[in-house]
């Protein structure tokens, strides 16, 4: 019995420590890779990129071979395009989900929903991309008469169903945080179902909602392999949501592997990198400000 | 919580899964040849002679069963960094190596590339099956694809393309680690022109044939081989005038068709040993054939074609 208890004395501070390491290494390895990507990015942005050209010209001819010119306005375009198409359809379709599953469903079918909706998240990415080349591609030329298929249209609802699994996973977490006492005290107050979810429940547990919204956001900007294969990877601002487009990651993905280690090409790829980061750690930011703003009223 | 929990288990049985599978395939092949001293030939590059490399490579399990060949697409591009970097033993490329490249390779290695042709490619022209053209000058495909073109619509060229709603032509392209990319570039648009900004750019040869199968607005380009019944093969001419040819062994050969190219493998030094019986076995009749059935065009007998040189110089 006290052996027992000195073993459990002497465990825990281990424990505790490993613990520790594991919460400490996710910091590490964030500031590790950046400081990868900016070192092999920094010495072309000091040195020769002109910014104000990479940040507004569409001209991408990273290896033309009389004027090489590097502006990323387009495909910066293209994700923006793109992720905003998806969250416009993701966020309403997996909210609505999320509220579906955690409050009108019986428990058999919440089981099984929740279980179809994990598949759809272990789906490879670029599965989705094979299925945005090839099945969705004739049907937007057929539906839309679009002149191609592989568009802001296509990678963004491939990009949708892709995000759809964590914003159902993450908001039903969250309505399910809201204690029982919210939703016994409002319909005891004589209000209806929908009442109590628009009055009660949504607002209560706006900060998770808002989490998992943002947080298919971020799928959004840095999924690669799908939006490569079913925006069709075209350089050009987007007029209409049938063009084709080019986005950020997609063109790293492409590009990187032929170019030669730390060449101008090479070095841009990363600064692009530098952008990628920078992008979601505003989005971030901004989504943690938000939150705080809320809790503090 | 619980989800993210399942999730992870999920993934977690999947890449122990995906691992387990490896191992027996790792193993089963590790079993199947002659003990002990199996020798493994790296060949990498160029995905437009990636059917024909692997075809190569099946067939020589059978000439030589102590060697395997294992190769790898990814581009020309991939296989001339590859080369540079000294972890392939041969690399395919649908280009000639650039003489900075050459440079960089001696410089990494310590030794010069050495370069084999060991066949040719037509390049061919396809458009939608449904779409009315049937020919194009090698001055009208540059207007479509180069950034001082000025052709973007079907009705420029001539036709009515009926299936195309608003007449729009859209460009399927390659990415630019493709050696095709860059023959078509010298070739067509000509030294030191761009592409027009704004093609739909795939990442392989096929990816481009299935492309314009699908897409009735679309005009593409590739390897001869990847030619299905999906789309239509264009008939090129040099200019306006010009007879129109369309690509075959025949036209490659006797120069009448006027984008051609040769097909290389590289090799860091003077091959020895394998790699060296390797190459000898291409370049015999028995690698030739190969090189005919998979939708290529063979070397001459006669060594005629030495320098297919790109239509534009």
Known sequence: MA???????????????????????????????????????????????????????????????????????ALMAGTASVTVLAMMIAVPFGLGAAIFISEFCSRRARETFKIVIELLAAIPSVVWGFIGLTVMNPIIIDLFKAPIGLNVLNGGIILAL???????????????????????????????????????????????????????????????IAVLMATGHAVQIPHSILDPVRTLTATIAAELGETPVRSDH????????????????????????VVKGIRGK | MKNIKFTLRVSALMAVGAFLLQMGCAKKSEDGGTPAEKVSIQNQGSDTMVNLAQAWAEAYSSVDSAVSVEVSGGGSGTGVAALINGTVDIANSSRKLEE??????????????????????ALAIFVHKDN????????????????????????????????????????????NNSGTYHYFREAILGKGHDFRLGSVDMNGSKDVVDLVSKTPCAIGYSGMGYATHDVKVLHVAKKAGDPYVAPSI????????????????YTLGEPTGHVQHYLDWIHSDAGQQIVKESGYVPLPKDGSLEHATPANE
Not at chain 1, 4 to 33: D, K, M, T, Y
Not at chain 1, 51 to 56: Q, V
Not at chain 1, 271 to 289: E, M, P, Q, Y
């Open chain 2, 250 to 265: 025949e036209s490659t050969l006797d120069h009448t068709y006027p984008i051609a190219r040769p097909l290389f493998m």
């Open chain 1, 162 to 224: 892709m995000s759809v699994p964590i914003i159902v996973s993450i908001g039903e977490d969250a309505l399910k945080a809201v204690p029982d006492s919210y939703r016994e005290a409002s319909l005891a107050l004589g209000a209806t179902r929908w009442q109590m979810i628009y009055r009660v429940l949504l607002p209560a547990a706006k900060n998770g909602l808002l989490a998992a919204a943002l947080l298919g956001v971020g799928r959004g900007i840095g999924e690669t």
């Open chain 2, 100 to 121: 900075g490249e050459r440079a960089k390779a001696q410089q990494n290695t310590g030794k010069e590339p050495k370069e084999y042709m060991v066949g040719y490619d």
């Open chain 1, 3 to 73: 052996n027992q208890r000195r073993l459990g004395n002497l465990s825990e501070p281990i424990i505790e420590g490993l613990i520790r390491l594991c919460g400490i290494s996710a910091i590490l390895f964030v500031i590790g890779i950046f400081f990868f990507v900016f070192r092999e990015g920094s010495g072309f942005l000091f040195s020769k990129l002109n910014l104000k050209e990479f940040l507004t010209s569409i001209e991408w001819y990273p290896d033309s071979p009389s004027n090489k010119r590097y502006g990323v306005l």
């Open chain 2, 132 to 175: 009315p053209l049937n020919e194009i000058t090698l001055e009208q495909l540059a207007a479509i694809y180069s950034a001082d073109g000025n052709v973007t619509k079907w009705s420029q060229l001539g036709v009515q393309n009926a299936g195309c709603a608003n007449d729009e032509i859209i460009r399927i392209s390659r990415q």
């Open chain 1, 266 to 289: 090479y070095q841009v790829l990363f600064i692009i990198g530098i952008l990628l980061f920078s992008i979601t750690f505003v989005v971030n930011l901004v989504a943690d400000l």
